[in-house]
């Protein structure tokens, strides 16, 4: 399987911002559903934060609307979450992915390609 590859996590206060990236060139021309980010706190299920779509269409979590912004670069090939206003909840791992089959849903049952993970921890 082609790699995604997520960087740019580590540990802000509350308040603070972080960008995540996440490396996809082997996707780039692809036809895909969409690519999203996922996040997953210890004991608990991944969740979706955010998705978008290959023609620009993006989604958010109610979580996150208003603080984090997902983008897409086509020069780089790759996926972005730029993340503010941070709360120590949205601590965890987070997981770039891609949806190949036909279903965008945010819901990582629909996403069949997953990068390795980066550590966000917010403390207060």
């Known amino acids: 399987q082609v790699p995604l590859v997520e960087s740019g996590g580590g540990s802000v206060q509350a308040g603070g911002s972080l960008r995540l990236s996440c490396a996809a060139s082997?996707?780039?021309?692809?036809?895909?559903?969409?690519m999203a980010w996922f996040r997953q706190a210890p004991g608990q299920e991944r969740e979706g934060v955010a998705r978008?779509?290959?023609?620009?269409?993006?989604y958010y979590a109610d979580s996150v609307k208003g603080r984090f912004t997902i983008s897409q670069d086509n020069t780089e090939r790759s996926m972005y979450l730029q993340m503010n206003d941070l709360k120590p909840e949205d601590s965890g791992v987070y997981y770039c992915?891609?949806?190949?089959?036909?279903?965008?849903?945010?819901?990582?049952?629909?996403?069949?390609?997953w990068g390795q993970g980066t550590q966000v921890t917010v403390s207060s």
């Open positions: 978008i779509r290959s023609v620009g269409f993006t």
């Open positions: 082997g996707y780039w021309d692809t036809t895909y559903c969409s």
């Open positions: 992915a891609v949806a190949t089959g036909q279903s965008c849903t945010l819901h990582s049952r629909y996403y069949d390609r």
